[in-house]
């Protein structure tokens, strides 16, 4: 069994500010974590994810996630916050199965202030 | 760039009625899927879809669903007897490697359905 717990369904920061989304899972097996964003009226796009490779991870639009065995997480995080990510993030999980879902948390709405 | 593209984008229906989602999934990519978000709620897995057949469903994924892939293109979800809690937005997903060992699912931007 996976699951994924994001702290926090609201997050607001200033432009400039840094973005902290937080992630903790919940797997059985090694996961494969992944975070992907919604924007107003779109699909889900990905942002980045985790396969066992590096535990620093970086994806598009300036984000960037760590993988924390130790602490279960996986947070999302951006040095400097500008007004267009403000969206909704998703953070998901996998077991690696073949053939096996993706597992999401709840989401955090991300404000950016201006 | 290639996309996953869904119609309708929006779709109202009564209660009992029977609705068909359509999906074209990217074009080279090999696995299908079916997700639902409820307003304000989380995006829950549906159904997965590999070599035409069902390789992995949810306990919400019971008799009144079925997919199909009737021709070469399109990947659908069919509804049946609809029910006011099928009121969601459903999101079509590709990939062309096994998500669970690292390929990206690529979504479409949704079909919202309302039950009345």
């Known amino acids: 069994a996976q699951s994924v717990t994001q702290l926090g369904s609201h997050v607001s920061v200033s432009e400039g500010a840094l973005v902290l989304l937080r992630c903790n899972y919940s797997s059985s097996v090694p996961p494969y974590l992944f975070w992907y964003v919604q924007y107003p009226n779109q699909g889900l796009q990905l942002l980045l994810k985790?396969?066992?490779?590096?535990?620093l991870v970086k994806g598009i639009n300036g984000f960037e996630a760590e993988f924390k065995k130790s602490e279960t997480s996986f947070h999302l995080t951006k040095p400097s916050a500008h007004m267009s990510d403000a969206a909704e993030y998703f953070c998901a999980v996998s077991d690696g199965t073949l053939g096996r879902q993706l597992t999401f948390g709840s989401g955090t709405q991300l404000t950016v202030l201006p | 760039e290639p996309e996953v593209t869904q119609t309708p984008s929006h779709q109202v229906t009564q209660m009992g009625q029977e609705v068909i989602l359509r999906c074209v999934p990217i074009s080279n990519h090999l696995y299908f899927y079916w997700y639902r978000q409820i307003l304000g709620q989380k995006v829950e897995f549906l159904v997965s879809?590999?070599?035409?057949?069902?390789?992995?469903k949810s306990e919400i994924f019971d008799d009144q669903f079925s997919v199909e892939r009737p021709d070469g293109s399109n990947f659908t979800l069919k509804i049946r007897s609809t029910k006011l809690e099928d009121s969601a937005m459903y999101f079509c997903?590709?990939?062309?490697?096994?998500?669970?060992?690292?390929?990206?699912?690529?979504f479409g931007e949704g079909s919202r359905l309302t039950v009345l």
């Open positions: 879809f590999y070599n035409n057949e069902i390789s992995e």
């Open positions: 997903a590709s990939s062309e490697a096994n998500q669970g060992r690292g390929g990206e699912l690529f």
């Open positions: 985790y396969t066992s490779a590096a535990t």
